[in-house]
């Protein structure tokens, strides 16, 4: 039972210990920042502002350069996702091939623009880049799954698919 | 691992090949995982299994296969057919009687005479489509690390240097200065520890060619990292890959793990003096990163926030020590360099621009994907033999090579060579190989729009003129194409355009206005269709404009 209690982190929350493996492995350096931000929010999903402040510690930064770093890309996340995500892109050959109009259409449908989640913390819309399938353009990525050579009415069919499906969690 | 282990390895990997009676390749790069080319691989493995043929047949997943547009892609490499769109029915089709009849599955059948194939001279995806991406074994097999060799074991790091400047190589990421000059200048430079850095922050929309190379051929690009360590006096080299590749990260890490193992990375490569280590860093989702001085501000775990130059990083980079910075493609180029002699490289190209550019072509053409063409090739050849030309009922309008960072190739430049200077010369760049199409749909206000909100949104915001100017060059255009416009405001547009390119810091702000001034300079019509007539103008002064969408 002692042995138990001695594996357990000190906040109660063992994904700190995760955490703690990463900031170990990069020897607690302050160059390995962007490294830490990217397993924090593996484990986490969102960076929010305690974890930025033990992050901040560990790597003996300060909290202003962690904020600072954080919110300057756009790869991090300050507010947690919905339960499943739809990040369409919008690179140059998904605009070309029509991207706005199914930015618009699922705008309309879930009544949420871009860059929000749906009320009922169903759907996360999020812009992308360029994911690099061009080849397939328009693409959206829904979830983990790149869905290629979409239209306004193929995107809502699939997005509703999205919706009843239970997201696996990834452990 | 001694240069006759290398050999030894190659010589039993061709062998364990040459048994084999039937190798079948799928493609596994993202473009057809995307589409579907798991199931299909699977389905081609799982029939195998059921017929028996495992020993005499092997299956395996390379990088791309180039045709995109038409996947998931599979070649019998045997007798080099190329199926297309192959889907489950499909690739269970290939194996009950290509593989087991020899009666080749003619509904799925990919013409490769035709000049998408045919028109290409691949150095850079020379094994890209024809090696498996995660064996090392097989990389070696075709030749890999044997430029490595040759260097550590014949060469001098001047002479390496000496033999990449006469090749006349110059840098793939889109500014095209001199690949031999840069190392010679790093080598040069004083400095405890030298760092080589790989630039894999393809963040150009529309461009995906680094991609595929990590996913397709990682090796090649470790070897021409190692090669350039050894050259210019380097110890450590990063890779610094967007995040938004979790694929040729992954593989990335694997081909670093396979490389130390058999000791062509890490400490004493090949029985020499050299000690060479690659670490990957991950970007975060920053476009102006692919900027050098920002990446390396990155690379620290900073902001990426570009600093003034000089100093460059080839005398004060990462921690403030020499670093050479080279993108993915050009270090693609340096082991067939190396291997084959200058020579050989010369002979490809124009006088000034030497060697193949690899495109990823997309937009509103037929053949999407990935093609590398020697430089100087017709615009016309690109689009319209290769390409295939734009969809039926539809005409080409423009080109865009560069992404936020270039300009529109209208139709009266078709026949332009595509080399770095007769780009530059109609006010386009060479870019890092990005080549959308555009059609007589696309309005090319918009298509300006659309590229001035991306650099507007990736504006670090050190600098006024970028973080201010192309937040009003938006804001104008919004205007302009909100038929809110008058005379006036393209006047205010043109001067803003040459304050921005003039006055930024970094290369994002000085290229910017790039998109706007050329299809101003060739499409200047279709502004002046969308403007007010001063007269009738009663709107408020000053911009407007919804930055909210």
């Excluded at chain 2, 030298?194 to 963040?203: L, P, S, T």
């Excluded at chain 2, 000089?310 to 340096?334: C, D, H, Q, R």
């Excluded at chain 2, 509103?364 to 100087?376: A, C, D, H, S």
Aim: hydrophobic share 35%; with cysteine.
């Amino acid at each position: 039972m002692a042995q138990v209690e001695k594996q357990q982190h000190p906040s109660g929350d063992n994904r700190f210990k995760l955490l703690d493996r990463a900031i170990t492995k990069h020897q607690a350096r302050g160059d390995a920042l962007i490294e830490v931000l990217h397993v924090a929010q593996g484990i986490f999903g969102y960076l929010e502002n305690d974890l930025l402040i033990y992050v901040a510690r560990a790597l003996k930064l300060p909290l202003s350069r962690v904020y600072g770093v954080a919110t300057f890309y756009h790869f991090f996340n300050l507010k947690p996702n919905g339960e499943h995500t739809v990040v369409l892109c919008m690179g140059t050959a998904c605009y070309v091939k029509g991207a706005e109009h199914i930015q618009t259409a699922l705008e309309e449908r879930y009544h949420c623009k871009f860059g929000q989640t749906t009320d009922d913390n169903k759907v996360s819309l999020i812009t992308a880049r360029c994911v690099g399938s061009c080849g397939l353009a328009p693409v959206a990525v829904l979830d983990n799954d790149v869905v290629g050579k979409l239209n306004p009415d193929e995107s809502i069919k699939r997005v509703e698919q999205l919706k009843n499906t239970r997201r696996e969690v990834v452990s | 691992m001694t240069q006759e282990d290398l050999q030894e390895l190659s010589e039993k990997e061709l062998q364990r090949q040459g048994e084999k009676k039937h190798r079948i390749l799928y493609c596994s790069a993202a473009g057809c995982v995307s589409c579907g080319g798991e199931k299909a691989s699977a389905a081609l493995k799982a029939k195998i299994k059921e017929h028996g043929l495992e020993k005499e047949c092997e299956v395996v997943g390379t990088g791309c296969l180039g045709l995109c547009g038409e996947g998931p892609l599979v070649k019998v490499q045997t007798d080099n057919t190329l199926y297309q769109n192959v889907d489950v029915a499909a690739a269970e089709q290939i194996v009950e009687s290509h593989i087991l009849k020899n009666q080749k599955v003619k509904a799925n059948l990919s013409d490769i005479s035709q000049p998408f194939f045919a028109a290409q001279t691949k150095i850079v995806l020379e094994n890209c489509g024809a090696i498996d991406s995660e064996s090392i074994e097989e990389y070696i097999a075709a030749s890999g690390y044997e430029a490595l060799a040759k260097v550590l074991n014949e060469m001098q790091p001047a002479e390496v240097i000496e033999e990449i400047r006469k090749s006349g190589l110059r840098g793939r990421g889109g500014a095209g200065y001199s690949t031999g000059l840069k190392w010679g200048i790093v080598s040069k430079a004083h400095g405890e520890q030298k760092y080589v850095v790989c630039n894999a922050d393809e963040g150009d929309p529309g461009a995906f060619m680094d991609r595929s190379v990590l996913e397709g051929d990682p090796h090649r690009v470790l070897e021409g990292m190692a090669i350039a360590g050894y050259a210019v006096g380097a110890t450590q080299g990063y890779v610094y890959c967007r995040a938004e590749y979790p694929l040729a990260i992954e593989r990335l890490k694997l081909a670093i793990k396979q490389a130390e193992k058999l000791g062509l990375l890490g400490n004493r490569i090949i029985e020499s003096q050299f000690n060479f280590r690659i670490d990957i860093r991950i970007g975060a989702g920053a476009f102006v990163c692919g900027e050098e001085t920002a990446l390396l501000q990155s690379i620290e775990g900073k902001r990426g926030n570009p600093k003034p130059r000089p100093p460059y990083p080839s005398e004060k980079g990462l921690w403030g020590m020499p670093t050479l910075i080279n993108n993915v493609e050009t270090f693609a180029n340096i082991a067939p360099i190396i291997r084959k002699g200058s020579d050989w490289f010369l002979k490809i190209g124009t006088e000034k621009s030497k060697g193949t550019k690899v495109f990823a072509l997309a937009g509103n053409i037929r053949n999407t994907g990935l093609i590398e063409v020697p430089m100087g090739i017709p615009l016309r050849t690109i689009i319209f033999d290769i390409g295939g030309g734009t969809a039926e009922g539809t005409e080409f309008k423009a080109a865009q090579t560069g992404g936020p960072s270039g300009g529109c190739i209208p139709a009266e430049y078709l026949d332009l060579p595509v080399d770095y200077e007769s780009l530059l010369k109609v006010g386009s760049i060479m870019g890092s190989g990005g080549l959308i199409v555009m059609d007589s749909t696309s309005k090319m206000v918009e298509v300006a729009k659309f590229f001035m909100q991306f650099c507007m949104d990736e504006s670090c915001g050190k600098c006024i003129p970028c973080r201010v100017g192309t937040r009003h060059i938006y804001g104008l255009l919004d205007k302009i194409s909100k038929k809110k416009a008058t005379q006036d405001d393209m006047v205010l547009l043109q001067e803003l355009c040459t304050m921005v390119k003039e006055t930024s810091l970094c290369g994002l702000g000085q290229s910017a206005p790039n998109p706007v001034l050329s299809t101003l300079r060739f499409f200047r019509k279709e502004y002046d269709e969308l403007l007010q007539p001063v007269e009738m103008y009663m709107g408020e002064p000053g911009v407007e404009a919804d930055f909210e969408k």
